[in-house]
């Protein structure tokens, strides 16, 4: 089970230690593309604000019919950036959750080999310990009969 000085599975915890340092990058990387969909839509939704404050101020003012139509087609694409982009942010989230799942299934896996191997190394140091005392206890004996 034990090899003469170390971890019989060191191979495998440095693999694991690997694995979810990679899992760490992506969900990092999942997280800043969720953060940026969620930014982006938050400026086409303070656009869309502004535009209404403006078309409301307007209407108190004659406006001609083209600018009517201006705002019209302006808030309708408004409206389906928004919408597209809210979708965008869903699927983002989505995937910034399946990534942290996975970050934490790798996490979970290298911690169970670290807390077997911190077991086997305090098995192996009592073991050690217990044959030193064997020893002095054998030469204290030897000496007591000289």
Do not use: C, P, W
Not at 33 to 44: G, Q
Not at 127 to 137: D, G, N, Q
Request: proline share 0%; glycine share 2%.
């Amino acid at each position: 089970m034990m090899q003469k000085q170390g971890f019989q599975l060191q191979q495998v915890l440095n693999y694991r230690k690997e694995i979810e340092k990679v899992r760490k990058v992506e969900f990092a990387t999942a997280k800043r593309e969720f953060e940026s969909a969620a930014e982006l839509l938050e400026r086409h939704e303070a656009e869309a604000d502004r535009a209404r404050v403006e078309y409301n101020n307007k209407q108190s003012v004659v406006v001609n019919a083209g600018e009517l139509q201006m705002y019209a087609d302006f808030f309708r694409r408004k409206a389906g950036d928004i919408q597209s982009q809210r979708l965008e942010v869903d699927t983002r989230g989505v995937e910034m959750t399946e990534r942290r799942e996975v970050l934490m299934d790798a996490a979970k896996d290298k911690k169970a080999l670290e807390l077997l191997k911190e077991k086997q190394m305090a098995v192996l140091r009592r073991e050690r310990a217990e044959k030193e005392r064997a020893f002095l206890e054998e030469l204290a004996i030897q000496r007591a009969f000289r």
